[in-house]
């Protein structure tokens, strides 16, 4: 060990959430291939074996900060979707500016999230936020055919096609063919198209 790794302190205030901040700028900055615990221990000033009390690898690293971002995500879904009071319209374009919103503010993230939940790895409490993600959506489809809003069917296929639609966007602005402030401004036109379809009325 090195004097300077030495003289570093071993305990940190909340060492698991500064751990996970690093790593999301890291990631942000320079992309998931720089992520190193050593390198988030030098960041946040603690000794390079700290982290081992919180992920035991890289991989529990990656694992945990995809976590932490579907928790976020999930959260703002939720918070959007659960306004019974509203239209299914006026919900959908709520709950369609929320995962947008996501997305353009953490792209490398949300690329990251998406490739750990195809991980045949990923743990169980990543599936279950996974499942979650798309549960505010599912639930709020099958609600609204309870209503009479929207046409009857199956409720997760419903949830594809419209979360299709979503993601998509979020894949041409984060690839650069649309403009994330245009498109935001647009959105409750694209929801409307999404929802009546492109028969003419």
Request: net charge negative.
């Amino acid at each position: 060990m090195s004097p300077s790794s030495a003289n570093r302190p071993y305990h940190h205030g909340d060492l698991r959430a500064a751990l996970l901040e690093s790593a999301e700028r890291t990631l942000r900055e320079k992309g998931a291939g720089a992520l190193s615990l050593r390198e988030m221990a030098r960041d946040i000033g603690v000794s390079h074996a700290a982290p081992g009390r919180h992920f035991k690898d890289k991989q529990a690293l990656v694992d945990a900060l995809a976590l932490d971002g579907y928790e976020r995500l999930n959260e703002a879904l939720s918070s959007a979707a659960d306004r019974p009071d509203q239209s299914f319209e006026e919900r959908m374009t709520a709950l369609a500016r929320a995962y947008l919103g996501f997305a353009v503010e953490n792209p490398e993230l949300l690329e990251l999230m998406f490739a750990r939940k195809h991980d045949p790895d990923s743990s169980a409490q990543l599936a279950a936020a996974v499942d979650q993600s798309l549960g505010s959506f599912t639930r709020m489809i099958a609600d609204a055919q309870e209503r009479g809003e929207i046409v009857q069917g199956d409720p997760e296929r419903i949830t594809t096609v419209a979360a299709a639609s979503l993601h998509g966007l979020a894949a041409l602005i984060a690839g650069c063919a649309l403009d994330a402030d245009e498109t935001l401004a647009g959105l409750d036109a694209h929801v409307h198209l999404l929802l009546h379809g492109l028969k003419p009325r």
